[in-house]
C-alpha cells in the first residue's frame, strides 16, 4: 500500500456526463500528478497540482480540469465523456514534485477505472 | 526532445532464465530513471530509482549514460515477477515521463 487513496475504484457512465475522480496524497506530501492509462496511448502526464497550485500541465483535453484543496486532496474532472475517455485514471503523490529534490519519488494509487458507454 | 522507449512489448521466459528488459532514453542534461511494475492493471509500484542503485526483489539496473539506457535484469526469473514493466524519466516539472511498458512472462 502506498498511501495514495483513490475513489472511486469503478466508474461506468455514459457520453456526454461529466465525473469527478477524487484522490488523497500521502500523508506529508504536497505534490499530486495525475496520469491516464490507456490501451492505444499508454500512461500520459495528464496535470500536476503543488500545494494547492496547479504547477504543469501535459496532454489534458480542456474537457478535463483539476484542482486541489486545502487538505490537498485532488479531484479530477471530466466533462463532456467520449468513449475514447475510456481509462484507468492514475494519481501519484510525492513530496515536494519538480527536480529540484533528486530524491523527491511519485508514489500511485490504485487508479479509477472509468468505462464511458 | 525526453522520450522514453522500450523496444519489446512482450518477453517471455522460462522460470529460472535470466531476465533483461530494454529500456532507452532520451533527455538531454542529468537523468533521473525509475522503474515502475504493475500487476494485473492495479497500482504502478516503484521497483527501482536509479539514485539509490538498491536491488528489490532480485532486479537491478544500471545507468548508462554513454548508451542512454537504463536496462533492468534480474539473473533468475521467478513466476511471481509476471507483470508490465515500465521505464520511466523524470521530466521537466517533475513529470514521469513513461514507455510503453514491456509485458514480462515467466513460464514454469
Not at chain 1, 494547492?52 to 486541489?68: D, H, M, V, W
Not at chain 2, 542534461?29 to 500487476?39: A, D, K, R, T
Not at chain 2, 548508462?64 to 534480474?74: C, D, I, R, V, Y
Amino acid at each position: 500500500d502506498s498511501g495514495v487513496t483513490q475513489t472511486p475504484k469503478h466508474l461506468i457512465t455514459a457520453t456526454g456526463q461529466r465525473v469527478t475522480l477524487r484522490c488523497s496524497p500521502r500523508s506529508g506530501d504536497l505534490s499530486v500528478y495525475w496520469y491516464q492509462q490507456s490501451l492505444d496511448q499508454g500512461l500520459q502526464f495528464l496535470i500536476q497540482y503543488y500545494n494547492g497550485e496547479e504547477r504543469a500541465k501535459g496532454n489534458i483535453l480542456e474537457r478535463f480540469s483539476a484542482q486541489q484543496f486545502p487538505d490537498l486532496h485532488s479531484e479530477l474532472n471530466l466533462s463532456s465523456l467520449e468513449l475514447g475517455d475510456s481509462a484507468l485514471y492514475f494519481c501519484a503523490s510525492s513530496v515536494v514534485g519538480g527536480r529540484a529534490l533528486s530524491t523527491d519519488t511519485q508514489y500511485f494509487g490504485p487508479g479509477t477505472r472509468l468505462t464511458v458507454l | 526532445a525526453q522520450r522514453v522507449t522500450q523496444p519489446e512489448k512482450l518477453l517471455s521466459v522460462f522460470k529460472g532464465a535470466p531476465v533483461e528488459l530494454k529500456c532507452n532514453y532520451s533527455y538531454s542534461g542529468s537523468p533521473e530513471l525509475f522503474w515502475y511494475v504493475q500487476y494485473s492493471r492495479q497500482r504502478l509500484q516503484l521497483l527501482l530509482r536509479h539514485i539509490s542503485r538498491e536491488s528489490i526483489k532480485g532486479f537491478t539496473a544500471d545507468l548508462n549514460k554513454g548508451e542512454t539506457s537504463f536496462h533492468l535484469k534480474k539473473p533468475f526469473a521467478q513466476e511471481e515477477d509476471s507483470a508490465m514493466y515500465y521505464c520511466a524519466l523524470k521530466g521537466q516539472g517533475g513529470k514521469l515521463i513513461f514507455g510503453q511498458g514491456t509485458e514480462l512472462s515467466v513460464k514454469p
